[in-house]
């Protein structure tokens, strides 16, 4: 009763139709060496150590949570691209339109020793038909002589600079207070309805997957372009396609249609847009194909998937390719390889003929049934108390430790918690997860399991 008790006071119950409650997203843009990384590191909280002085050192997470005076927000850090020398100011401010895309509010860093430059002037204009709202941070304003450099910076048009030192951590607190002040409760991003509504696909995999193929095939001639918000139509826009009699929001098919020819950068540029469909999407779809091995661009991608607590398809696309020999091999290989995401549907396909594209609905539908998924309490209680019983936990140093009461926290994904006597082995908790999943399904989703150890 106590634990029950203590439970009460500690979690909500989840009310399983509410909208999906996103985090807001700040991004950090500006042109090189402005000091994106060593304000993004200021922000965190990290060492200064972290900043990488080696240009060319591109960063595989673009986002982190972050948290000011008590809010949380997603930190969206694009400092990590780096650029060739050519037609810098055009990607400079491509790269911003794109972090503007996925964010609710943007900081965007000058370096006020140097000022205003042209790449600083065409970030501006890119900046400035976005229409998010822009807290202009003037950097390396080190002391108090070199605000005067940051006032000049009110030229650019986007008010008041805030002058900070990310190197020292000078004027960082008022910035972070006018970024929550823009910043919204909950991420709009780009003003898409949370509530109800088509549920939202993420479709993912490396370049020549056949992304694009397969959208096509199953927008087929019902495809609507839909445009939420009156002159983005440069921007990317979710669309939205007829499945299996309902409409499904995939996000982001811009990034999928349009080729991106870049070399430099180019693995960057991709893990930004892989990373912010997922922040968008309930489902995540990875494709993948029968015509090469899992390379490690599908690895990295099924990692962010993964990683990203959302529901999961797997699909392998292509295998109109095969004969019936090729496909058994491959079978066996591909289930040895992916082992560790067997708890995921997957998909045999072919975009180019349309074959088995069918199974695809179905197995969103149970991916993401499990991961709305809630086990009552007195469900899941009965369930550990019959574990327990037929397996109990091995004595460890004279002690045993015991499952006291579990709960599910959460749902999307569903996290439980387990209020214990003493620390549990890990293979114990792998053991409790390989139950859960058997007993209840979850097939589709990631689960997660923490530990409240009782004294
Ligand atoms: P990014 O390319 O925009 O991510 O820039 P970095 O964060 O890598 O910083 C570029 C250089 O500027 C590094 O040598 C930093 O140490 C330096 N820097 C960054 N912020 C400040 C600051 O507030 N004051 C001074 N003096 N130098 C800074
Ligand atoms: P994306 O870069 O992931 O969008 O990939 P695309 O859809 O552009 O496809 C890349 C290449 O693979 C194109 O030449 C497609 O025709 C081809 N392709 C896509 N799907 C299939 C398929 O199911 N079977 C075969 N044989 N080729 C495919």
């Known amino acids: 009763e106590e634990d029950a008790a203590l ?61 000011w005076n008590g809010r949380n927000f997603t930190l969206v850090d694009t400092g990590g691209w780096v650029h060739d020398a050519k037609g810098i100011h055009a990607r400079v401010a491509d790269q911003a339109g794109i972090a503007a895309d996925m964010a609710d509010a943007v900081l965007f860093v000058v370096d006020s020793n140097v000022g205003a430059t042209a790449t600083d002037e065409a970030v501006v204009r890119m900046l400035r038909r976005k229409k998010k709202p822009v807290i202009l941070v003037a950097n390396k304003v080190d002391d108090m002589v070199q605000e005067a450099d940051a006032s000049a910076l009110w030229s650019l048009g986007f008010g008041q600079p805030y002058p900070v030192s990310a190197l020292h951590g000078r004027g960082t607190a008022d910035m972070l207070d006018a970024a929550m002040e823009v910043l919204p409760e909950y991420s709009a991003h780009g003003g898409l309805a949370r509530t109800g509504g088509p549920r939202r696909v993420a479709l993912l995999g490396r370049p020549n997957v056949g992304k694009s193929s397969l959208l096509n095939k199953l927008a087929g001639s019902e495809r609507v372009v839909v445009d939420p918000l009156a002159g983005t139509t440069r921007d990317p826009v979710d669309e939205i396609i007829e499945l299996g009699g309902r409409t499904w929001l995939f996000v982001d098919p811009a990034g999928i249609r349009r080729r991106v020819h870049m070399q430099q950068g180019a693995d960057f540029y991709a893990s930004l847009r892989t990373q912010s469909a997922l922040d968008k999407a309930e489902v995540a779809v990875v494709l993948l194909a029968v015509d090469e091995v899992l390379s490690e661009q599908d690895v990295r991608i099924l990692q962010m998937a993964i990683d990203s607590g959302r529901a999961l398809v797997l699909a392998f696309n292509k295998w109109d390719l095969l004969d019936e020999d090729r496909r058994r ?12 995401v067997d708890w995921a549907p997957r998909v045999n396909l072919s975009a180019r003929t349309g074959w088995h594209k069918d199974r695809l609905v179905p197995a969103l539908d149970k991916a993401l049934e499990s991961w709305d998924k809630r086990i009552p309490t007195g469900r899941l209680n009965a369930f550990l108390g019959e574990l327990v019983a037929a397996h109990p936990h091995p004595v460890r140093g004279g002690k045993q430790p015991r499952i006291l009461f579990g709960t599910q926290a959460s749902s999307r994904p569903p996290k439980f918690v387990l209020f214990t006597s003493g620390f549990l082995d890990p293979g114990y908790r792998r053991f409790i997860t390989r139950r859960l999943r058997e007993t209840f399904g979850f097939e589709g989703t990631p689960i997660e399991i923490s530990m409240r150890v009782r004294e």
């Open 7 to 67: 439970l009460a006071g500690r979690f909500e119950e989840v009310d399983e139709n509410a909208p999906l409650k996103l985090d807001p997203v700040l991004a950090i843009v500006g042109r090189p060496n402005v000091g994106k990384s060593t304000l993004v590191n200021r922000i965190l909280g990290r060492r200064e150590a972290v900043v990488e002085d080696t240009p060319g050192v591109t960063r595989d997470r673009v986002s982190y949570p972050a948290t």
């Open 329 to 340: 091999y491959l079978e066996r290989e591909i289930e040895q390889d992916l082992a560790h």
